[in-house]
């Protein structure tokens, strides 16, 4: 009896943390979505512009002076994404050539000091550019460029890409920290640990799998 019991209610235990689990998959999916579609338009955005500025050039000898300018703020705010994207996607560089040999509770102590870190990191660099900012409003500074733009417009946009990493950032660092200190180190050390090549090589396939689905052939 009680052994049955007991299975009844690990069976009873699994639906209720499955949907939290799907839950908290589906809001990173949906912010992953967020992300990759503005960081995707920013650069499409940046196509048409150069495509103009290239015809132009070519068929009216007239120059837009400006392509540069924008491809240089289209990379500042890329890269704020791309931040945000690899740390959701565990794509940030991490030198893991012992990581595999320690024992898990090792493991998850070196995950969560490194997702820590990481918060850390972007916070710090959230309050280092909001002090960038307030000199651009100080002096109103513009470009140096034939478009003199105002240098706030551009760098709204980036301090922004900054403040999201960080609360990225940051919400991670709490969760390894509720993971850590409540034992759940078999969580902690699924969604915290570096990507293995095992994981990177069935990501490529799975995309693969969508690419040629998406064509028309079977994957």
């Known amino acids: 009896m009680s052994s049955r019991a007991d299975s009844t209610d690990m069976l009873g235990a699994r639906p209720l943390e499955a949907p939290a689990a799907a839950a908290g998959a589906s809001t990173r999916e949906r912010i992953e979505g967020l992300l990759g579609t503005v960081f995707g338009l920013v650069f499409l955005a940046l196509a048409f512009v150069v495509t103009v500025e290239t015809l132009a050039r070519k068929l009216f000898n007239v120059s837009l002076q400006g392509a540069d300018e924008l491809g240089g703020y289209a990379l500042a705010v890329g890269c704020t994404i791309a931040f945000s994207l690899a740390l ?44 960038v900012i307030g000199d651009t409003l100080q002096y109103r500074s513009t470009a140096p460029t034939p478009w003199q733009t105002p240098l706030i417009w551009p760098q709204s946009v980036w301090y922004a890409g900054l403040v999201v990493f960080a609360l990225v950032a940051t919400g991670y660092a709490l969760r390894a920290t ?11 050390n699924r969604d ?18 969508a690419r040629q689905g998406a064509g028309g052939r079977a994957p």
């Open 88 to 131: 959701m996607g565990r794509n940030h560089i991490r030198v893991d050539v012992f990581h595999e040999m320690f024992p898990p509770r090792v493991q998850g102590w070196l995950n969560w000091i490194s997702i820590v870190s990481m918060a850390a990191f972007g916070i710090f660099i959230a309050v280092v550019a909001f002090k």
């Open 192 to 209: 915290f640990h570096p990507k293995s090549t095992k994981e990177e090589l069935k990501a490529e396939l799975d995309d693969l799998s």
């Open 178 to 188: 509720a993971l850590l200190f409540g034992g759940d180190l078999a969580a902690l």
